[in-house]
Nanobody, 123 residues
Framework: QVQLVESGGGLVQPGGSLRLSCAAS????????MAWYRQAPGKQREEVAY???????GYEDSVKDRFTISMESAKNMGYLQMNNLKPEDTAVYYC?????????????????WGQGTQVIVSS
């Protein structure tokens, strides 16, 4: 059906930047929205950024003015640019997308998750 694969995580020093990518593949008709979540050890998964296709992005307060979410719908790609990273940004980051796809010859809509990519912010 549909798969999401994240990349771009890694170890970065405080104040540094990373760009996460999310590649969607499968019988995709349209990407309706994309979001990035994160889950730190011992904490619940939280949404940090969300953007509907053609709409306005929204951000969790702690990442506003530091993170930017974007999409290249024609390429079925999503991105999260993270600047001025802080140790508290350390987490596994997950891509989530609302997608229209074809299955069994029929159009369907569903929500999909990637497997996650680790981001560690440490000196």
């Amino acid at each position: 059906q549909v798969q999401l694969v994240e990349s771009g995580g890694g170890l970065v020093q405080p104040g540094g930047s990373l760009r996460l990518s999310c590649a969607a593949s499968g019988s995709i008709e349209s990407i309706k929205a994309m979001a990035w979540y994160r889950q730190a050890p011992g904490k619940q998964r939280e949404e940090v950024a969300y953007v509907p296709t053609g709409g306005t992005a929204g951000y969790e307060d702690s990442v506003k003015d530091r993170f930017t979410i974007s999409m290249e719908s024609a390429k079925n790609m999503g991105y999260l640019q993270m600047n001025n990273l802080k140790p508290e940004d350390t987490a596994v980051y997950y891509c989530h997308s609302e997608i229209g796809f074809v299955s069994g010859g029929e159009y369907r809509e569903g929500e999909f998750w990637g497997q996650g990519t680790q981001v560690i912010v440490s000196s």
